[in-house]
């Protein structure tokens, strides 16, 4: 079964720090590069960190760049992102995917496998 499930969501003060982490079930996902989006309340699901099939290359966009890494391990078939300096614009739910492309992904219509999301609050 072919399955991401997130974890390490919760509420935090602004400045603070999480780290979520997305399990893969099947090794397929190995071959696959993956990303990180969240989706607030009434808003569309946006890109936050995407990184290639092999670990090297890796995207942010601006408003979370210098704050947040994605790191994988394709060993144990696990991505991981780090979020500090957290604010709470940052408050949404979080979802982890993946897309069958070799370089960081962008696009989210390239994403054919989606977790269940996460929810991250960040209280000011």
């Known amino acids: 079964q072919r399955q991401l499930v997130e974890s390490g969501g919760g509420l935090v003060q602004a400045g603070g720090s999480l780290r979520l982490s997305c399990a893969a079930s099947?090794?397929?996902?190995?071959?696959?590069?993956m990303g990180w989006f969240r989706q607030a309340p009434g808003r569309e699901r946006v890109l936050v960190a995407a990184?290639?099939?092999?670990?090297?290359?890796?995207f942010y966009p601006d408003s979370v760049k210098g704050r947040f890494t994605i790191s994988r391990d394709n060993a144990k078939i696990t991505v991981d992102l780090q979020m500090n300096i957290l604010k709470p614009e940052d408050t949404a739910v979080y979802y982890c995917?993946?897309?069958?492309?070799?370089?960081?992904?962008?696009?989210?219509?390239?994403?054919?496998?989606w977790g269940q999301g996460t929810q991250v609050t960040v209280s000011s």
């Open positions: 995917a993946a897309s069958p492309t070799t370089a960081p992904a962008i696009d989210v219509s390239t994403y054919q496998y």
């Open positions: 099947g090794r397929m996902f190995e071959n696959f590069a």
């Open positions: 990184i290639s099939r092999n670990g090297s290359s890796t």
